[in-house]
């Protein structure tokens, strides 16, 4: 029978679901029935307020509950547009109601019935009124609406309608994978219920109880499945390596090892000397020297006769490594060889030929080493650097090139020690928390939007001396820009509180560096708008305020060959300013580049500002960050605090983790584990907590989760892990 396995059964079985529909649904990701379901929404529409036509604020879209007391009236104007118009009363007075190109609307509003208009208020000659509201009957209930991540040709209106026909189909069949004793320890609703709740709620309570089973249930699934890859990776012997191979090349590198750098090689060497392979994660703050640790490392392994491979995320990063290793290796007999997507066939030949006869101890490059054509004589040890951006199978298919290798983890990424120690449960964890000598603090500055000019001079100034610099935004693309000017102010709640009220704006540093000149009050630009994308500030400033100086855009929708061009131009110093978004993050180490201006800095989490400041004090000059926003909230206000006062990475992590919860910890950026659906809106870490004990204790009864009752446990943890590549 059609319609019984949420899982399997594709979304057209659901009514108005045609093909063309089913193929917007699929740009979103959504193909199945479960794809629906767990398609959660990312804010909330608050109708529950109405207020009046005077009472409404100008700059955001409200609700305002009105009487139709003239009917709508539709006519054409000049270019062939519909224009229907109808008056409504609020209680306290008249207002205009404006709809282009919906004459359906004469028919739905009906003239002496009260409706709940939702949309932005603007002032008219002799009527306030609403441009294109969406309305409902006003009927008391259905006060929260669900806001869905959007592609062309879907509303969030058609993906509700969409939802609450699965939920009615399948009410019966909903997969429930927590065991009953668990939901009612918690007081959890089903599955059922909570989706209902997610999707269709009637209160913030609803939303935080849907929410409070959703998140526990995803982040139970993801320690249950770290938990099991903890216990396999014990059972494999592993080659032992003993130590003392690396003291050589430690007494030849041009600087000296910090305590920090000494006690992480102690560490893994430690690990490797056994019959356990070795899982580690090497975490340290930028510019800690992880790149030295592993080169050690790796001297260890080449000193055993035996190989040992890098893979970094990209291929300008790739490039840096293998030029570091060299000039690490220079002198000794250890064959270094690198491999990406762009080598040439005759030379990628040649390399894999090399490298499975056992004449290449160490191989450097991209996701190119796990190729299927890729064969090691004897591999030892796998470091992945900046891990997060690679998926489990990729780094799992990294180990299978060898027999039971050790594996080092390397990530730039600071998270606080409670968190890694549950994110990382089947890793041993290594902490750099010293800076080499000779590191100096990035400057780090706060300000408003009113101070691009002078920023921009500063910048032009920097390049004449030769220098480079970056410009980050959040978004990549100028119609992006356009869709959230077109869109509405939402309202996504906490997970266990409501939502704030608007406190003071924040107090911003404006001590500029002393090179940066005053200018005229006059403009000499158009002010970026309210979140900028990096495609339109590109094109408003290279041939203006920047023209003469070659100017390159980076962002995360090209093509990868074209990303690896722009980057590799800027790396050998072809372009003097990249503006781009955060893919930047890694993998960019320009010593020339010295200044780094962050646009909309509001946007971005601490440890994603400090990520983003270490693409800069990787050379001798003094290097400046300069973050831009005209935010108001204490919480953007307290993050540019710590930003202008702070360059010690794990503080900045637990700073994070205190303004904004661990839930970011779990988002496609970060962690590098199963990618959550829900778990990144989580906002107190105890349910976290909750959920790494209780995998323990599950485990620890029924480690091959067999027992009936987890059944379907065992089935989410193989999909949560299968589904990554």
């Known amino acids: 029978m059609i319609g019984t396995d949420v899982r399997k059964d594709s979304i057209r079985v659901l009514r108005n679901i045609g093909e063309a529909r089913a193929k917007q649904f699929k740009r979103l990701g959504i193909e199945t029935v479960a794809d629906l379901l767990w398609f959660f929404p990312r804010a909330y529409e608050d ?59 004469e ?93 269709f709620p009637e209160s913030y309570e609803d939303v935080a109880a849907a929410k409070r089973r959703l998140i526990y249930e995803e982040l139970l699934i993801l320690q249950l499945g770290l938990a099991r890859a903890a216990d396999d990776s014990a059972l494999s012997p592993a080659y032992p390596i003993p130590p003392g191979g690396e003291k050589a090349l430690i007494a030849a590198l041009p600087f000296a090892l910090t305590g920090a750098q000494t006690r992480a090689v102690s560490e893994c060497l430690a690990d490797m000397a056994g019959t356990r392979p070795m899982r580690r994660l090497l975490q340290g703050d930028v510019g800690s020297g992880k790149t030295a640790v592993a080169a050690a490392l790796i001297a260890a392994v080449t000193s055993a006769g035996r190989q040992s491979v890098l893979m970094a995320p990209t291929e300008v990063l790739a490039r840096q490594h293998y030029h570091t290793l060299c000039g690490f290796f220079a002198g000794a007999q250890t064959r270094i060889a690198l491999l990406t997507g762009s080598t040439p066939a005759a030379a990628r030949r040649e390399v894999l030929s090399a ?22 004589k004897d591999l030892a040890l796998a470091v992945t650097d900046e891990q997060h951006r690679f998926g489990v199978a990729q780094r799992a298919a990294l180990r299978e090139k060898g027999n039971s290798p050790h594996v080092l983890v390397m990530s730039a990424t600071p998270i606080p020690r409670t968190l890694s120690l549950i994110i990382y449960g089947d890793l041993s964890i290594s902490v750099l928390d010293e800076k080499p000598a000779g590191r100096t603090p990035v400057k780090t500055y706060a300000v408003g939007t009113d101070l691009h000019p002078r920023i921009y001079a500063f910048l032009r100034r920097q390049m004449d001396e030769g220098k480079q610099a970056f410009i980050v935004c ?77 100017t390159g855009l980076l962002h995360g929708k090209m093509k990868a060959k074209e990303k690896d061009a722009v980057m590799r131009a800027f790396a050998e110093g072809k372009l003097r300013l990249l503006i781009s978004t955060t893919v930047i993050e890694v993998g960019v180490d320009v010593p020339n580049a010295n200044v780094i201006v962050i646009e909309n800095a509001e946007c971005f989490g601490l440890s994603q500002l400090h990520q983003l400041r270490g693409r800069t004090g990787r050379g001798a000059d003094e290097s400046y960050c300069i973050l831009v926003s005209d935010a108001k909230g204490e919480n953007a206000r307290q993050r540019m605090e710590t930003m202008t006062h702070v360059n010690d990475g794990f503080v900045i992590a637990e700073e994070d983790l205190k303004l904004r919860g661990p839930g970011d910890f779990f988002g496609e950026r970060q962690s590098g584990l199963p990618l959550m659906k829900i778990a990144g809106q989580m906002g107190d870490a105890r349910i976290l907590y909750t959920a790494a004990e209780d995998a323990k204790k599950i485990i620890a009864a029924d480690p091959d989760l067999s027992e009936p009752h987890h059944a379907l446990l065992k089935e989410s943890v193989g999909n949560l892990f299968a589904d990554i590549s």
Request: charged share 25%; aromatic share 8%.
């Open 47 to 105: 109708w529950s307020r109405p207020l009046t036509f005077a009472e409404a604020p100008r700059d955001a879209a409200v609700t305002v509950k009105a009487r139709v007391i003239l009917p709508p009236a539709s006519r054409r104007v000049s270019g062939g547009k519909i224009v229907t118009r109808a008056t409504v009363f609020d209680g306290e007075a008249p207002g205009r109601l404006v709809f282009f190109n919906n004459p359906y609307v």
């Open 355 to 376: 490298l499975a006869a056992g004449q290449i101890d160490l191989l450097v490059g991209t996701h190119a080493v796990i190729g299927e054509h890729v064969h090691f």
């Open 107 to 199: 028919k739905q509003l009906k003239t002496g019935e009260t409706y709940l208009f939702y949309g932005k208020v603007t002032d008219d000659v002799d009527h306030p009124q609403m441009l294109s509201p969406r309305f409902l009957p006003d009927t008391g209930a259905d006060a929260l609406h669900a806001v869905y991540p959007l592609t062309a040709g879907l509303t969030s209106r058609i993906i509700s309608s969409a939802v609450r026909a699965a939920l009615e189909r399948y009410k019966d069949a909903l997969p429930e994978a927590l065991p009953e004793e668990i939901r009612r320890r918690y007081r959890l609703p089903g599955i059922g219920d909570a989706l209902r709740l997610i999707h």
């Open 474 to 550: 959040p978004l990549a693309l100028k119609k992006e820009e356009d869709e959230e000017e077109a869109g509405e102010t939402l309202i996504a709640p906490s997970f266990w509180a409501a939502p704030p009220s608007d406190p003071p704006p924040p107090p911003v540093s404006e001590d500029l560096p002393p090179a940066l000149p005053d200018l005229p009050s006059s403009r000499m630009f158009t002010a970026p708008g309210p979140r900028v994308s990096a495609e339109g500030l590109y094109e408003t400033l290279k041939d203006t305020v920047f023209g003469g100086y070659p």
